[in-house]
Every structure is written in structure tokens, then in C-alpha cells.
């Protein structure tokens, strides 16, 4: 190592732990996605979550937006428009 004092041995360490964390919780918490209908242009955030498998769950439905399911899983569906919304 150099002979510069100023950077304690353990800082690493501690970069490297505050990074596993965060990737634990970026793989784990939810997240909000913002839906924009194509058609009226209405927006709204919705919320999900994703613990282990690879569909995401769905935790928040925002107003005016329904969910469908397709054989890929969940889906946004602007309620008025009927239209598949993309994140
Ligand atoms: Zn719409």
C-alpha cells in the first residue's frame, strides 16, 4: 500500500459492503414505474416489486389504469382508452 496515512485500511471494506447493500435492496424493494396512455395521454406511477421469481409484482394500480393479464404476466391498461400502456 502507499505510505499515505490519509486513507484508512478499512474505507474499502466499507465501499464494498455499502455496494452489496445496495444491490440487495435495488434486487429486493419495489420500484415505481410512471405509465403514459398512448391514446389521452394520461400519466400515472405505478409501484412494483420483485422479490426472487422474474415477474415483477404489482403493488400499487394508479388511478384511472387497470391491470390485464397476458401470457408475458401483468399488464397496464389505461381504464378509459383500453389500451396496453407502456412503462
Ligand atoms: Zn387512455
Known sequence: MGKGASTPYWNGFRTQEFWRFRQAVAMK???NETLRCPVCDKTGRASLSQDNG???TIQLVPDGFKVVSTRHGPDFYCGVCDVAVKP
Request: glycine share 0%; net charge negative; proline share 17%.
Open 29 to 31: 424493494d419495489q420500484w
Open 54 to 56: 422474474d415477474t415483477p
